[in-house]
């Protein structure tokens, strides 16, 4: 079985900071791509964030410049550093991970059960 819990989600002011993490954890043989999602209320999920695994990352245009995502591949982790929050930002932060369970499996898609981020004053 394999799980990703994220954990950083928050109350914060527009202006502010917040970092998110994600750990993959179970039966892994490896990792491919890890990101970020999220979904507002009302609206469709989006990708805000993806780390491949070659290194090479991508980012929704609306957070370019004030979101970094970073990952530790030894810890099957990937993080989301939101800087500059913005009230647009308020959305449930899905983490995303495809991987491996066996050395001859197919790689699956799996998901974190999601973290409210509430940007507001």
């Known amino acids: 079985q394999v799980q990703l819990v994220e954990s950083g989600g928050g109350l914060v002011q527009p202006g502010g900071s917040l970092e998110l993490s994600c750990a993959a954890s179970?039966?892994?043989?490896?990792?491919?791509?890890m990101g970020w999602y999220r979904q507002a209320p009302g609206k469709q999920r989006e990708l805000v964030a993806m780390?491949?695994?070659?290194?090479?990352?991508n980012y929704a245009d609306s957070v370019k410049g004030r979101f970094t995502i970073s990952r530790d591949n030894a810890k099957n982790t990937v993080f989301l550093r939101m800087n500059s929050l913005k009230p647009e930002d308020t959305a449930v932060y899905y983490c995303?991970?495809?991987?491996?369970?066996?050395?001859?499996?197919?790689?699956?898609?799996?998901w974190g059960q999601g973290t409210q981020v509430t940007v507001s004053s």
């Open positions: 995303h991970g495809e991987l491996k369970r066996y050395w001859n499996d197919a790689y699956s898609h799996y």
């Open positions: 780390y491949f695994s070659g290194g090479s990352k």
């Open positions: 179970g039966s892994i043989f490896t990792v491919s791509t």
